[in-house]
């Protein structure tokens, strides 16, 4: 089989899904995970930067991770938020990375929850075949990053 340099360079989709049982009330996870500015406490080596605050549907914000030239911007607009069923779908608009996010968090009693977060992101010049493992890789580091989160939100609470 032979791998033609445009297949090998094209845009790959990463997609991972990190579902989570949590000891906190639910109402608390899900107003942590609208807090935009918030996730830098928690997402390891992220800034957060509101471009357009438009209280939650339409609000722009740019999460870049990493250090000096090494950091990433992503670029995310709010599409959906629904502060009853405590679900959010958020566009990834570039430029670099693009895709869907879907937050959502379910009560299961009045002090825990059960949180999901889901990707598909698309990645330029990431060839296809290399879209598993970073998904993977993606997996476990927001596994961790929600581990920070509910940490982050116990040490709010008490």
């Known amino acids: 089989m032979s791998v033609h340099l445009g297949e090998a360079v094209g ?6 899904t990190v579902q989570r049982p949590l000891d906190l009330p639910a109402q608390d ?18 800034r957060v930067v509101i471009e357009e605050d438009a209280g939650d549907v339409g609000t722009v914000f740019v999460a870049t991770t990493g250090i000096g030239p090494l950091a990433l911007p992503d670029r995310m607009r709010v599409d959906a938020l629904d502060r009853d069923a405590m679900t959010v779908r958020i566009a990834k608009i570039g430029p670099v990375l693009t ?32 879209a598993a493992p970073v998904g993977a890789v993606a997996k476990v580091a927001f596994s961790r990053a929600i581990t920070s989160m509910a940490k982050h939100v116990r040490s709010r609470r008490s």
Request: with cysteine.
């Open 99 to 130: 895709g869907d996010v879907v937050l959502q968090v379910d009560r299961t009693t009045d002090r825990s929850c059960e949180l999901l977060w889901d990707e598909q992101v698309r990645v330029p010049v990431l060839p296809q075949f290399l």
């Open 11 to 16: 845009m790959a989709t990463v997609r991972f």
């Open 29 to 46: 996870v899900f107003d942590e995970l609208i807090d935009w500015r918030g996730h830098a406490h928690w997402v390891p080596m992220t």
